[in-house]
């Protein structure tokens, strides 16, 4: 049988582009939480600084430089989007351009349970905007007797392939971050 050399290059084609999909575009989402108390601390004090940007450069250390690009709302509801730099733990010569979308919440007054929450919505995009990966960030803050209960749950966009490096990557940063919030807090005894 003789099969024309068109359909060859048709069926390899179209190979390749199912192998790409299911190994590199079909990023389905993982999930990762983390929880953490920050003793002797106030919830709205923690949750202050963690969504102060300019201190996220003392909690997490893969943040080479950010710039706000927008920013408004009040002490309800307070909005911004930052483009930050970020080089990778495991591969430090990978620098990766981010963007987040932050919404800081705190509960109304007269509403309880109080909660402090920090969303955010982080795009990083490679090849000129054409692959773009997305993670979702819930960080809340409660207080639990004297101390900050502080828990975050990621939901995070990583390719088939890559899934236990994202993660390992996630896992570093992330630890890093409630680690360092624990000791910056636990120096300023009040
Ligand atoms: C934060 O924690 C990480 C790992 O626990 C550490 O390497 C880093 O130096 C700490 N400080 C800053 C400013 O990132
Ligand atoms: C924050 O994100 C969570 C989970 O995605 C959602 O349920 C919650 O309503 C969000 N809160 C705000 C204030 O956007």
């Avoid at 999930?31 to 920050?38: A, L, M, N, S, V």
């Avoid at 800081?104 to 969303?119: C, E, F, M, Q």
């Avoid at 975050?152 to 360092?180: D, G, T, W, Y």
Wanted: a positive charge; glycine letters at 4%; charged letters at 20%.
């Amino acid at each position: 049988m003789h099969i024309p050399r068109l359909w060859i290059r048709a069926a390899v084609l179209l190979g390749i582009a199912l192998l790409l999909y299911v190994f590199v575009f079909s990023s389905g989402y993982q999930k990762y939480q983390i929880e953490g108390i920050i003793k002797r601390s106030e919830p709205e004090k923690v949750w202050e600084y963690v969504a102060d940007f300019n201190k996220m450069r003392l909690l997490n250390p893969t943040i080479i430089n950010f710039k706000i690009l927008a920013d408004h709302g009040h002490a309800h509801d307070w909005r911004y989007t930052v483009e930050y730099t970020e080089r990778l733990s495991h591969w430090p010569y990978w620098k990766n351009t981010a963007t987040g979308r932050y919404v800081v919440t705190k509960t109304l007054p007269g509403v309880s349970p109080v909660a402090y929450v920090i969303n955010s919505t982080h795009q990083t995009c490679f090849f000129g905007g054409f692959y773009c990966l997305q993670s979702l960030s819930e960080f809340t803050f409660r207080k639990s007797n004297d101390d900050t209960h502080a828990q975050e749950n990621i939901k995070f966009q990583c390719p088939p392939l890559l899934v236990s490096m994202c993660r390992r990557e996630l896992e570093f940063q992330r630890q890093a971050v409630m680690h360092n919030l624990t000791i910056i807090f636990g120096k300023q005894r009040v």
